[in-house]
């Protein structure tokens, strides 16, 4: 790690699991003399933060989470901010550089990449991204919904395998499959992954057709990964092809 004046690590700490999380971020995070985070993402990391400040917020608070953590580097403390995942992706790096741009901020800065849900959701049912694959936020906090079926009509009419993170409204579930299912059969294989790699994991292979089904499973603790045309079951897996000759 870099040595110098007060900084920002932007951590992506994985699923949870602490045997998931990378050696850099480890480091990252023995490193600075604050942490800052989402309590259920601190939470995922108690055993690293003996004898350091942390400061806590709750969801909606990501701006204040950027905000202190500029402000602890800038009075020259080593400060880690955490994000489940990757930070980069639906995490919290986007905001982070984005705040620093349009505030004309100058702070040394470093993004330690992390296990991001679809690869740890995937891990868990078999191989389902061995082929190009989409991944689609279903929040629509701050995406409209007409964006959100404007890309998953995209990704389905491209044939991709699709990974739909942050399901948390089973309205836009529904809207989302059945895009889909315009251009899939009910047979479509779907993965759905509830808290992998953390206590009360729940991993369910069902098909496009039966998905519902399993909603009761389905939050945003939950990753859902839809099978392109060409994705298959076998035993309790779900196998897209690269297009090896067998």
């Known amino acids: 790690m870099a040595r110098g004046r007060g900084r920002v690590y932007v951590v992506g700490i994985g699923p949870g699991d602490p045997s998931l999380r990378t050696q850099a971020s480890v480091d990252a995070i023995r490193e600075s003399s604050t ?7 601190l939470d995922l990391v108690r055993d690293l933060l003996g004898g350091k400040s942390v400061v806590e917020y709750g969801m909606g608070e990501e701006v204040k989470r950027v905000q202190r953590a500029i402000e602890l580097a ?4 080593v400060v880690s901010l955490i994000s489940g995942g990757d930070p980069q992706v639906f995490g919290i790096a986007a905001l982070f550089y984005e705040y620093m741009a349009r505030n004309g901020i100058d702070v040394e800065v470093y993004t330690v990449p992390g296990v991001t849900a679809a690869l740890a959701a995937a891990s868990k049912l078999g191989s389902p991204l ?5 991944v689609i936020n279903l929040s629509d906090l701050l ?3 007409d964006e959100i079926a404007l890309k998953v009509d995209s990704a389905a009419r491209g044939d991709f395998v699709i990974v739909f993170y942050n399901p948390a409204k089973l309205d836009v579930v529904r809207m989302a499959m059945g895009i889909v299912a315009r251009y899939r059969s009910e047979h479509t294989p779907v993965g759905i992954a509830r808290n992998v790699y953390r206590r009360g994991e729940k991993i369910i292979i069902t098909t496009l057709g039966m998905w519902q089904n399993y909603s009761g499973y389905i939050d945003m603790r939950t990753t859902i990964i839809v099978g392109s045309s060409k994705t298959f079951t076998y035993r309790s897996y779900m196998v897209t092809p690269r297009g090896y000759r067998l």
């Not at 942490?35 to 993402?41: C, M």
Request: without cysteine; aromatic residues 22%; hydrophobic residues 30%.
């Open 35 to 41: 942490v800052i985070g989402y309590t259920f993402y």
């Open 143 to 145: 995406v409209s919904r």
């Open 74 to 77: 800038q009075s020259g403390e």
């Open 130 to 134: 061995s082929s190009d694959f989409a």
